[in-house]
C-alpha cells in the first residue's frame, strides 16, 4: 500500500527549521517559526502559567475525560474573554480544540457540513495553513488582495473584490496582528466590512491567534466584537498558543454565533461530531491551566501584566529595526515595517533576497519575506538590519530580467545558483 502513495509535499517552514538547524555559523539567527522570545533567546514559561500548574498540581485528583466539547468552564471563560460582557454569549457556544489549527479545521467542517463545497475567502497573503486547512475539509478557497501599494491596508480593494461574495459565502478575516504582514484593518474599515457582511450576507470567520500582541488585549478584540454584535452569524477560532505560551499544549477553542439559540445548540452538536471522529476529545492539561488563570483575580492581574511586556518588546524590536533601517539609507522600506504590528513583520525582499540574506548573513525567514520580529534578540538587530540593507543594494536578478526585451531574457536555470 505505501508503495503506491505519491512523493507529498514537504512543509516549507519546517523545512527552513531543519535547515538552520543544520546551519554552524554561529550568528545564525531563527526568524522563521511564530514563536515569542524574550531576550535570552529563550520561549518562557508565563509566571502566571507555572504559578497554575503549580495549583493544578496540588489539588489534581482526576484524569478522566472530559467530554466531546472539552473543559466547559474553559470554554465560558473564552467565550467571555472574546465576547466580553457586553456581548452575545446568549446565542454562542464554544467547543475547546486542538490550538488554533483545530479550531479551524473544526469549523471548516461545520462550514461543509452546512453547505458542502462552500466558498472560503481568504486573504493574499495569507497564514500558511489556511488554504490547506479549508481545502482538506472540501471547500473552495477563492482569495482576496490585503495590502495597498504602500504596504498599508487595502480598503477600497479588499472590499471591492468582496462584492463577490455570494450570499452564505464564508470570509475568512485575522481579528489582529495579520500573519503574514502584520496590516490591520483601522476600526473604520472593520465597521466597512461589518456593512459589506450584512449586505451581501457573507458569513465572517474569524481567526484570533495573537490578541494581545498588537495594540493591547482590549483593542485587539474590539474588531471581533464589534462583528458578533453586528452580524446574524459568525465563527471565530481561537488560540491560546502565543498569548498564553501554551504552544506545545494545543489550547484553542471553536466559537459559533448564530441567530437563534436553537441554531446554535446544533451548530455545537455538529462540531462534537466532527470532532468525534478527528481526534475524539482535546487535551486538559492545557485549557485547565487558561480557566484557572481567567477564573482568579490575582492571576488574570499577573498575566495580563507579562503579556503586556510581551507586547512591548515586540514593539521595540520593531522600532529598533526601523530606525537601524532608516540609518542605512533605507527610510522608506523602514516607513512600511513601521507601521505593521504583532509577531510577524513582511520584509520588502523577493525569494531571490530572503535566499541571499539566509545565504550571505544567516538570517532565516520565509521565502515570503515573512520574520518573526518577536525573536529577535535585541543586541542582533543592527545585525539584521545590515543584512537586509545589505540585501536591497544589490538588484534581483528576477527585476533585471524583466527590464530585458523578450528577445534576450536568459534561460530560468540562469537565474539563481
Known amino acids: 500500500m505505501l508503495e503506491l502513495l505519491p512523493p507529498p509535499p514537504t512543509d516549507p517552514l519546517w523545512d527552513l527549521t531543519y535547515e538552520f538547524g543544520g546551519d554552524e555559523r554561529p550568528e545564525r539567527l531563527n526568524l522563521v517559526l511564530g514563536v515569542y522570545r524574550d531576550q535570552t533567546g529563550t520561549t518562557p514559561v508565563m509566571t502566571a502559567v507555572r504559578e ?3 495549583r493544578l498540581a496540588e489539588r489534581s485528583d482526576s484524569k478522566e475525560y472530559r467530554g466531546l466539547s472539552g473543559n466547559a468552564a474553559f470554554n465560558r471563560s473564552l467565550l467571555d474573554l472574546v465576547l466580553g460582557p457586553c456581548g452575545p454569549t446568549d446565542r454562542a457556544a464554544a467547543v475547546q480544540t486542538v490550538a488554533g489549527s483545530g479550531a479551524l479545521r473544526l469549523l471548516a467542517d461545520l462550514i461543509c457540513r452546512t453547505r458542502p463545497g462552500a466558498t472560503v475567502w481568504i486573504s493574499d497573503p495569507a497564514y500558511v495553513n489556511h488554504r490547506p486547512i479549508l481545502e482538506a475539509a472540501g471547500l473552495h478557497v477563492r482569495t482576496y488582495g490585503w495590502r495597498d501599494a504602500e504596504g498599508g491596508f487595502d480598503t477600497a480593494g479588499v472590499l471591492d473584490e468582496l462584492r463577490d461574495a455570494q450570499r452564505d459565502d464564508v470570509v475568512l478575516l485575522q481579528g489582529c496582528c495579520h500573519n503574514p504582514t502584520g496590516v490591520d484593518p483601522l476600526l473604520d474599515d472593520w465597521e466597512a466590512l461589518a456593512e459589506s457582511s450584512a ?21 485587539d478584540l474590539l474588531a471581533t466584537r464589534m462583528l458578533a454584535a453586528r452580524v446574524p452569524e459568525m465563527l471565530i477560532a481561537v488560540s491560546c498558543s502565543k498569548n498564553f505560551g501554551l504552544y506545545s499544549d494545543r489550547v484553542g477553542c471553536a ?13 455545537e452538536t455538529a462540531l462534537q461530531n466532527a470532532a468525534r471522529t478527528l481526534y475524539s476529545m482535546p487535551p486538559e492539561h492545557g485549557a485547565a491551566v487558561v480557566t484557572t488563570i481567567l477564573q482568579d483575580e490575582g492571576l488574570r492581574a499577573a498575566w495580563r501584566a507579562e503579556l503586556d511586556v510581551m507586547r512591548g518588546r515586540i514593539m521595540d524590536n520593531r522600532a529598533d529595526l526601523t530606525a537601524h533601517l532608516s540609518a542605512l539609507g533605507c527610510a522608506e522600506h523602514a516607513r512600511s515595517l513601521a507601521r505593521q504590528k504583532g509577531m510577524f513583520s513582511m520584509l520588502p525582499l523577493s525569494s531571490h533576497q530572503m535566499l541571499r540574506l ?5 538570517v532565516y525567514g520565509t521565502t515570503s519575506g515573512r520574520i ?6 535585541a543586541h542582533r538587530i543592527p545585525d539584521l538590519a545590515r543584512g537586509i540593507a545589505g540585501v536591497l543594494d ?18 530560468a536555470a540562469a537565474v539563481l545558483p
Open 358 to 362: 539566509r545565504r550571505q548573513y544567516a
Open 52 to 54: 497554575a500548574e503549580i
Open 255 to 267: 466559537i459559533v454565533i448564530g441567530a437563534s439559540g436553537q441554531a446554535v445548540r446544533h451548530a
Open 199 to 219: 449586505r451581501s450576507g457573507w458569513v465572517p470567520f474569524v481567526d484570533l491567534a495573537y490578541h494581545g500582541l498588537g495594540d493591547g488585549l482590549e483593542a
Open 372 to 377: 518573526n520580529i518577536a525573536g529577535i534578540p
Open 394 to 411: 544589490t538588484p534581483d536578478p528576477a527585476d533585471r530580467l524583466r527590464t530585458l526585451p523578450r528577445q534576450q531574457t536568459a534561460p
